[in-house]
């Protein structure tokens, strides 16, 4: 690690199979949490190449327990990088529940919060919801509600051990990027946020080599998800395209009206705000964009106006509640 410490700090990049390497490495507990942060923090003063970020996805994707029987449910996966210092509450989340509320099959990966208050996993636990890498509860609750839920760490060694070191950092990292397109089913359909276009071209190069069918998402004013607070750009493998909220026949709002607030409880008590139809039509808004990007995603040839009109009902008919409240009851 010193020698490749070295030649980071000199400004040299890793090819692809070096970035390999050195993450399976790291996973199998070879490294201490100093060179760990060392290595991380290389990347918060300088951009990840192409290749790199192409090994440590290799070395993440070798490294994932096998959960190929989920994929026969062709699940879609909305998540989003993280680490855009904006706090806002868990939109990808709730937008995974109302997604399966409406009828589709997802399958959500995600972690604690490394930079935010709230991650998925921080929500999940907050209702009480048990991790698990057990197929058949997986299956049944994809049967049963159409969504499971897949802990990162649990079924990828590389995440667990490095993510002490990601929270007492507590800034963006370059897992931020990987957690992403590491979901362990490797969903065919996926929507994913990014805070930046920089970070937006990285991902549509990977893509552009895959058979997945994907929107790209990200918001404008440095969202890395559509929140309605400006106009906010959306890639997919036809278009390119940027949308303002009014077109789409939504208000804009400030960027208090999306924040997580300050405490577990507060990030718990939004979420479910939504679950129950009674959150400020800001916070209700942004989910439902986000979920209709994603029904257009599973199904391009629905107009968005359509996807709108399915995740509103989805929301304002119980369907979300009941699904959500049926998911606690399989998971918990």
């Given at each position: 690690?010193?020698?490749?410490?070295?030649?980071?700090?000199?400004?040299?990049?890793l090819d692809r199979q070096e970035a390999k390497d050195i993450l399976s490495h790291m996973a199998a507990g070879e490294y201490n949490e100093s060179q760990i942060a060392a290595f991380i923090s290389v990347y918060l003063m300088r951009s990840i190449s192409i290749d790199e970020f192409m090994g440590f996805t290799d070395a993440l994707l070798d490294l994932r327990t096998n959960v190929d029987a989920l994929r026969a449910y062709d699940p879609i996966d909305i998540v989003g990088t993280g680490g855009d210092n904006k706090n806002t509450f868990n939109i990808s989340t709730l937008?995974?529940?109302t997604v399966a509320a409406?009828?589709?099959?997802v399958a959500k990966h995600g972690n604690y919060g490394?930079?935010?208050?709230?991650g998925a996993s921080t929500v999940m636990e907050q209702h009480g919801v048990k991790f698990?890498?057990?197929?058949?509860?997986?299956?049944e609750s994809l049967d049963k509600v159409n969504i499971a839920y897949l802990h990162a760490p649990l079924f990828n060694n590389a995440l667990k051990v490095v993510a002490p070191v990601r929270k007492a950092l507590g800034v963006r990292t370059f897992f931020n990027m990987l957690g992403p397109v590491v979901n362990p089913i490797c969903p065919k359909k996926q929507?994913?946020?990014?805070?930046?276009?920089?970070?937006?071209?990285?991902?549509?190069?990977?893509y552009q080599q895959t058979d997945v069918d994907y929107a790209i998402v990200h918001g404008l004013d440095g969202y890395d998800e559509i929140s309605l607070t400006g106009d906010f750009k959306i890639i997919t493998k036809q278009t390119e395209t940027i949308y303002t909220p009014e077109e789409?026949?939504?208000?804009?709002?400030?960027?208090?009206?999306?924040?997580?607030?300050?405490?577990?409880?507060?990030?718990?008590?939004?979420?479910d705000d939504v679950v129950n139809n009674t959150a400020t039509k800001a916070q209700k808004n942004a989910v439902i964009i986000n979920s209709a990007f994603a029904i257009q995603t599973i199904k391009p040839e629905l107009s968005i106006d359509d996807c709108i009109a399915q995740a509103t009902e989805a929301i304002d008919s119980g369907r979300l509640k009941n699904t959500f409240h049926k998911f606690l009851e399989l998971n918990s």
């Amino acid at each position: 690690m010193k020698q490749i410490l070295n030649r980071l700090f000199s400004h040299q990049h890793l090819d692809r199979q070096e970035a390999k390497d050195i993450l399976s490495h790291m996973a199998a507990g070879e490294y201490n949490e100093s060179q760990i942060a060392a290595f991380i923090s290389v990347y918060l003063m300088r951009s990840i190449s192409i290749d790199e970020f192409m090994g440590f996805t290799d070395a993440l994707l070798d490294l994932r327990t096998n959960v190929d029987a989920l994929r026969a449910y062709d699940p879609i996966d909305i998540v989003g990088t993280g680490g855009d210092n904006k706090n806002t509450f868990n939109i990808s989340t709730l937008s995974c529940f109302t997604v399966a509320a409406a009828g589709y099959k997802v399958a959500k990966h995600g972690n604690y919060g490394a930079t935010s208050v709230s991650g998925a996993s921080t929500v999940m636990e907050q209702h009480g919801v048990k991790f698990t890498t057990d197929i058949s509860k997986l299956e049944e609750s994809l049967d049963k509600v159409n969504i499971a839920y897949l802990h990162a760490p649990l079924f990828n060694n590389a995440l667990k051990v490095v993510a002490p070191v990601r929270k007492a950092l507590g800034v963006r990292t370059f897992f931020n990027m990987l957690g992403p397109v590491v979901n362990p089913i490797c969903p065919k359909k996926q929507m994913l946020g990014v805070f930046n276009l920089k970070m937006a071209r990285m991902y549509f190069y990977m893509y552009q080599q895959t058979d997945v069918d994907y929107a790209i998402v990200h918001g404008l004013d440095g969202y890395d998800e559509i929140s309605l607070t400006g106009d906010f750009k959306i890639i997919t493998k036809q278009t390119e395209t940027i949308y303002t909220p009014e077109e789409l026949g939504f208000d804009r709002y400030a960027e208090a009206d999306l924040d997580g607030g300050a405490t577990l409880e507060d990030a718990a008590a939004i979420f479910d705000d939504v679950v129950n139809n009674t959150a400020t039509k800001a916070q209700k808004n942004a989910v439902i964009i986000n979920s209709a990007f994603a029904i257009q995603t599973i199904k391009p040839e629905l107009s968005i106006d359509d996807c709108i009109a399915q995740a509103t009902e989805a929301i304002d008919s119980g369907r979300l509640k009941n699904t959500f409240h049926k998911f606690l009851e399989l998971n918990s």
